[in-house]
């Protein structure tokens, strides 16, 4: 099936941002929420992506105002009978994501896709809310979208071929790179994601380092930004509901750093609400220099425990590697979704946590991990399919096999 209309149901900034996606390749899209409020947000966002091209010299200003035109604002379903996709962006609450499908059912046409930005929740139950769970598939975005190339397209249970074959089109023509990824909490980047920026804020909690020194590290390694600058960006209480539903689905490993409930019940939600690990603008922060040491003095975290870039980022590989044991991608997906998803290089080169693994040796990341085990407990645990590998003398560039072939 050809998409000719989408739909994007709650505006808001990953609403426009989508929105803007979806315009920037020429199609039509109605964009639909509940509040005014969030309409205007999710058209600013839009404007502000153009206005940007504009500034720079990229785009005309009667291209830019062609492009807006695409875009039909909306509090009402009146405009839904002809689309072909929609994508919902509304909050992470599984029942209010259910309700929002179930009324959708009734405004659409059958045949209408039904998509879901969710940044972790299941596909599946989401389908099994509605009467068409064939329709029902994961397209998620990666912020900033209009600059991210990745789309994870993750099909529930019921899901049919033809919904994702349609699906993976489409996200091709937004000029967009679709990864079709089996449906897991988390799905594969932020599944990945989650146990580095959780392990930067427990070393950052626990007085391991500070937020710069952790950041500036990251960067060193090859990540385009620090975790506490993308945790600013992202919002720090969408990687708190995502971290708690990870541990919610994969239990101790991924426990939640204590310095998340801390921030947000400070009402620091990154860039967006002026402060978040950081002071924007500011940098480095009194407040949460108090609150790391008032975690330390209850005893709530350890205290003087040590910083290593191989702390933050080995959860990542150890968990890829994980994902190349349950079949969630081919190991070539989970690395270009890595690369592309965010931007990850290594050693001046684009490439992913099992490529990187490969370059530093498995045996090496197993003698790693297993340090790391030792000083702050099981989370760090190698992987299986780490350890079988090495066992297997298969031990990356060196022996010309790791995860990848070497020759
Ligand atoms: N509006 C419009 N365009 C903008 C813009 C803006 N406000 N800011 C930048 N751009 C454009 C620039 O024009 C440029 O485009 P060009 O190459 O055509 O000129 C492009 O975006 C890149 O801009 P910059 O070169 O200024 O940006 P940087 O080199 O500083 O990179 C970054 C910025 C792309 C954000 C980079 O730091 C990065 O990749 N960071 C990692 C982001 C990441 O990890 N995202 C995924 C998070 S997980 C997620 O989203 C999932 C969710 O479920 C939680």
């Given at each position: 099936?050809?998409?000719?209309?989408?739909?994007?149901?709650?505006?808001?900034?990953?609403?426009?941002?989508?929105?803007?996606?979806?315009?920037?390749?020429?199609?039509?899209?109605?964009?639909?929420?509940?509040d005014?409020?969030?309409?205007?947000?999710?058209?600013?966002?839009?404007?502000?992506v153009?206005?940007?091209?504009?500034?720079?010299?990229?785009?005309?200003?009667?291209d830019?105002?062609?492009?807006l035109?695409?875009?039909?604002p909306?509090?009402?379903?009146?405009?839904?009978?002809?689309v072909?996709?929609?994508?919902e962006?509304?909050?992470?609450?599984?029942?209010?994501?259910?309700?929002?499908?179930?009324?959708?059912?009734?405004?659409?046409?059958?045949?209408?896709?039904?998509a879901?930005?969710?940044?972790?929740?299941s596909?599946?139950?989401?389908?099994?809310?509605?009467?068409?769970p064939?329709?029902?598939?994961?397209?998620?975005?990666?912020?900033?979208?209009?600059?991210?190339k990745?789309?994870?397209?993750?099909?529930?249970?019921?899901?049919?071929?033809?919904?994702?074959?349609?699906?993976?089109?489409?996200?091709?023509?937004l000029?967009?790179?679709?990864?079709?990824v089996q449906?897991?909490?988390g799905?594969?980047?932020?599944?990945?994601?989650?146990?580095?920026?959780?392990?930067?804020?427990?070393?950052?909690?626990?007085?391991?380092?500070?937020?710069?020194?952790?950041d500036?590290?990251?960067?060193?390694?090859?990540?385009?930004?620090?975790?506490?600058?993308?945790?600013?960006?992202?919002?720090?209480?969408?990687?708190g509901?995502?971290?708690?539903?990870?541990?919610?689905?994969?239990?101790?490993?991924?426990?939640?750093?204590?310095?998340?409930?801390?921030?947000?019940?400070?009402?620091?939600?990154?860039?967006?609400?002026?402060?978040?690990?950081?002071?924007?603008?500011?940098?480095e922060s009194a407040t949460?220099?108090?609150?790391?040491?008032?975690?330390?003095?209850?005893?709530?975290?350890?205290?003087?425990?040590?910083?290593?870039?191989g702390?933050v980022?080995l959860?990542?590989?150890?968990?890829?590697?994980?994902?190349?044991?349950?079949?969630?991608?081919?190991?070539?997906?989970?690395?270009?979704?890595?690369?592309?998803?965010?931007?990850?290089?290594?050693?001046?080169?684009?490439?992913?946590?099992?490529?990187?693994?490969?370059?530093?040796?498995?045996?090496?990341?197993?003698?790693?991990?297993?340090?790391?085990?030792?000083?702050?407990?099981?989370?760090?645990r190698?992987?299986?399919?780490?350890?079988?590998?090495?066992?297997a003398?298969?031990?990356g560039?060196?022996?010309?096999?790791?995860?990848?072939?070497?020759?």
């Open positions: 099936m050809y998409i000719f209309k989408a739909a994007v149901v709650g505006a808001g900034t990953m609403g426009g941002e989508i929105a803007q996606v979806i315009t920037y390749s020429g199609l039509p899209v109605v964009m639909k929420d509940v005014q409020g969030m309409l205007d947000k999710g058209m600013d966002k839009v404007r502000s153009y206005q940007h091209r504009v500034d720079r010299g990229k785009m005309s200003a009667g830019m105002q062609a492009k035109d695409l875009v039909t909306t509090l009402t379903y009146d405009e839904f009978g002809d072909d996709i929609v994508i962006a509304v909050p992470e609450k599984m029942a209010v994501k259910q309700a929002v499908f179930k009324e959708l059912e009734g405004v659409c046409p059958e045949e209408t896709i039904f879901s930005n969710t940044s972790a929740l596909i599946s139950e989401m389908g099994a809310a509605t009467g068409k064939q329709k029902m598939i994961g397209m998620h975005f990666f912020n900033p979208a209009h600059v991210m990745l789309v994870e397209v993750i099909p529930g249970l019921d899901t049919n071929q033809e919904t994702v074959d349609d699906v993976v089109m489409f996200a091709e023509s000029r967009k790179i679709p990864v079709v449906e897991c909490p799905f594969l980047v932020n599944r990945l994601l989650m146990p580095y920026l959780n392990e930067a804020t427990k070393a950052l909690g626990e007085g391991a380092a500070t937020a710069t020194e952790i500036q590290a990251v960067v060193a390694w090859g990540m385009p930004m620090g975790p506490f600058t993308l945790m600013d960006m992202l919002g720090i209480d969408v990687c509901h995502v971290g708690d539903y990870l541990y919610a689905e994969y239990g101790e490993r991924m426990s939640p750093a204590p310095l998340f409930a801390e921030l947000l019940e400070a009402g620091r939600l990154g860039e967006k609400s002026g402060a978040g690990f950081y002071d924007h603008p500011g940098g949460v220099k108090g609150m790391i040491e008032a975690l330390q003095s209850s005893g709530t975290v350890p205290s003087g425990t040590s910083f290593s870039v702390r980022m959860p990542l590989v150890n968990e890829a590697a994980l994902c190349v044991q349950e079949n969630i991608a081919t190991i070539n997906d989970i690395d270009m979704s890595m690369v592309a998803g965010t931007g990850m290089t290594y050693g001046g080169e684009r490439i992913g946590p099992l490529a990187v693994a490969d370059k530093i040796g498995l045996d090496a990341v197993v003698e790693q991990l297993t340090m790391l085990e030792q000083e702050l407990g099981p989370r760090f190698p992987s299986r399919p780490l350890k079988l590998r090495v066992r003398g298969h031990l560039v060196k022996t010309g096999k790791g995860f990848l072939e070497h020759v």
